[in-house]
């Protein structure tokens, strides 16, 4: 049987070529798994490397020898005088086992979660990744994160201290895109890491701003209710003033008449129309003043005896306050009596005013459940406190004994 070194340079020249191409395939089978740590398969590859180069660099030796005569070891003179069928048996042994080692290293890739299949899903990532040490070494990064540090530092992502300082838990624009990075620390095994996040926010950023002006209207909508129910009321009260001042018109043409058909000389007749004129004048004025107080005054008690309320007048409401004055404590009155009822449950409202020579100061006193932690002014109150202040008054609250509601008025004799 022909041996391999008496083959003619052609099928010498396959045998190379077959035999460099397993060495090119065994460099791989021992580089892949090496990268994915997996060392055992590392040392099967190269143990089925060796033979495929060693028999490479005998078919070089042997055609060193039939071209140019060079004296070869005797390794390769035995190796060379084996039949060349041998030869084709042995690389072909050597391609099943290297390509079936490749083709499961290739296929564990696809099929196992590796560093490589870890990298690859990063990158695939519609969000920013980053993990580095306190030291500020990057351990792994994402292709999106990079674009993110190239574009605000202009430079790439080597430190990721250097780079948390500059975005540090911001809100960022980054192009057309708003770019949230949110980062907190870890531990794996006894290693103390740092992990970045960039999130696109753009959508939801875009939401909340829309979200902020509407309620920004909203609320200009709600005051300008407010202003407006409150201008209502005064233009009723107004219109009861007026129709209340009719009526004193009324009564004032009668008396007029009353006096000039009287008799002049009889005293007695001029005494009762004089007592007339005088307890009318002062009937009509207090009617005049109390119509639109007294419609107030019904509403809020309705709203009491709906609310289960009893309301105790201590006193009267003192004449010194002005129209707009007792405007403003009815409506205080009203506020007071739903709040007693929503948040403290109460049964009882004592109502009672203090006078002195430069403020009026209108309390108003519940039975129910003391607030569990400071009065904030919000809702109803905010709006009473800035009716308030318009008016140069100031609403306060106390919570000894009882909860109290109080306005102090300036006095305007």
């Avoid at 005054?297 to 009893?310: F, N, P, S, V």
């Amino acid at each position: 049987m022909t041996s391999f070194d008496t083959l003619s340079a052609l099928p010498r020249a396959f045998f190379a070529l077959w035999a460099l191409l397993l060495c090119l395939a065994g460099i791989v089978n021992v580089f892949l798994p090496l990268w994915k740590k997996r060392y055992l398969f590392s040392l099967l590859a190269l143990v089925l490397f060796l033979p495929a180069y060693f028999m490479w660099q005998v078919i070089f030796d042997v055609a060193l020898f039939n071209r140019l005569g060079i004296v070869v070891s005797s390794v390769t003179e035995t190796l060379g005088g084996i039949a060349w069928v041998w030869w084709f048996v042995v690389l072909f042994a050597l391609s099943v086992a290297i390509l079936c080692l490749l083709g499961y290293n290739i296929r564990y890739e696809k099929s196992h979660v590796t560093l490589g299949s870890i990298k690859k899903y990063l990158d695939q990532l519609p969000c920013g990744v980053c993990c580095y040490k306190d030291t500020g070494r990057v351990l792994f990064t994402n292709m999106c994160m990079n674009e993110l540090c190239a574009t605000i530092t202009d430079g790439q992502l080597l430190n990721g201290n250097s780079f948390h300082v500059v975005v540090a838990d911001k809100i960022l624009t980054v192009g057309d895109k708003m770019w949230r990075f949110t980062s907190w620390e870890l531990t794996v095994g006894k290693d103390k890491l740092h992990e970045m996040i960039a999130s696109d926010v753009t959508s939801e950023y875009a939401k909340t701003q829309a979200l902020e002006k509407d309620k920004a209207e909203l609320s200009r909508l709600n005051r300008e209710l407010k202003d407006y129910n409150l201008n209502i009321d005064e233009a009723v009260r107004r219109q009861e003033i007026l129709q209340a001042k009719v009526n004193i018109h009324d009564e004032m043409n009668r008396l007029m008449l009353s006096t000039v058909l009287a008799d002049g000389k009889d005293a007695a007749t001029m005494d009762k129309i004089f007592a007339m004129w005088e307890q009318n004048a002062l009937l009509l004025c207090m009617q005049a003043d109390d119509a639109a107080d007294k419609k107030a005054i019904g509403k809020i008690k309705d709203l009491a005896d709906a609310l289960k309320i009893r309301l105790v007048w201590r006193n009267r409401l003192p004449g010194v306050l002005t129209e707009e004055q007792r405007g403003l404590f009815l409506t205080a009155a009203q506020e007071a009596v739903a709040n007693a009822a929503k948040h403290a449950g109460a049964k009882e409202i004592a109502i009672d005013f203090a006078a002195t020579e430069t403020s009026v100061e209108c309390r108003l006193t519940n039975d129910g459940d003391m607030p569990s932690g400071a009065v904030t002014f919000t809702g109803g109150l905010l709006n009473l406190k800035r009716l308030a202040e318009r008016q140069g008054a100031r609403v306060e609250t106390f919570a000894d004994e009882n909860f109290t509601l109080a306005i102090v008025f300036p006095r305007k004799d």
